[in-house]
């Protein structure tokens, strides 16, 4: 059964540090990965989705990589914020259903 | 503004009643989700609905029911069957069920039982 790991559980840095969140998954045979932010008490948006051709995605001071060999996952944050205080979920999927299997999060604490 | 709505953002249920969660969505999405978080763990997928008057089980669908009598809505029953309801509830949809489709959230329910 596929299962998601995500170390660590959570991460305190004071503001301006590069820092990287990261995502495993025992089956190393994942067809997209998805990696979204969720503020206390909310839903959850999505910040970036890798598709199974691509090894690779940014947006803006976020990059998300993705070594299918490994089965691993990085998102990589650039010049923290305390804005970016929150927890990152990742999720990925195999390519023979549709149902996304979920990290329990990274909690990421940007001290001003 | 296209988006999800959940409510309420609270609810409180007695031993033994129902209680149903609503969700709607104007992103004219064909796919809907309702997911289950506890602390410390991964989202966990209840029910999903593909289409309008079509639904799946999902990892832990017992004690929950829906409905998808509508496109936009997907309504959430905790019945008394579920022992251990309390919980945030999120609801998703997206355009279709293919994996790669990105999933847009609510902002979910928390549920407790008293």
């Known amino acids: 059964k596929q299962e998601v790991t995500q170390i660590p559980a959570a991460l305190s840095v004071p503001e301006g540090e590069n820092l990287v969140l990261n995502c495993s998954f025992t089956d190393s045979a994942i067809y997209n990965l998805q990696w979204f932010r969720q503020d206390p008490g909310k839903g959850l948006t999505s910040l970036l989705l890798?598709?199974?051709s691509q090894r690779e995605q940014t947006s803006g001071r976020l990059n998300a990589s993705l070594d299918k060999s490994s089965g691993r996952s990085t998102l990589y944050i650039a010049a923290s914020q305390p804005g970016d205080s929150a927890t990152y979920l990742c999720a990925g999927g195999g390519d023979s259903n549709y149902q996304l299997i979920w990290g329990a999060g990274t909690k990421l604490i940007i001290k001003p | 503004d296209g988006g999800i709505t959940q409510s309420p953002k609270y609810l409180f249920r007695k031993e033994g009643q129902n209680v149903t969660l609503s969700c709607e969505q104007n992103l004219n999405h064909d796919a809907m989700y309702w997911y289950r978080q506890d602390p410390g763990q991964g989202l966990r997928l209840i029910y999903y609905s593909q289409i309008v008057n079509d639904f799946q089980k999902g990892d832990i669908a017992e004690g929950y029911s829906v409905s998808r009598e509508k496109k936009e809505s997907f309504p959430l029953t905790v019945t008394s069957a579920q022992k251990n309801p309390t919980a945030f509830y999120l609801c998703?949809?997206?355009?279709?069920?293919?994996?790669?489709?990105?999933?847009?959230f609510g902002p979910g329910t928390r549920l407790t039982v008293l």
């Open positions: 998703a949809s997206s355009l279709r069920t293919r994996i790669t489709d990105t999933q847009y």
């Open positions: 890798i598709q199974s």
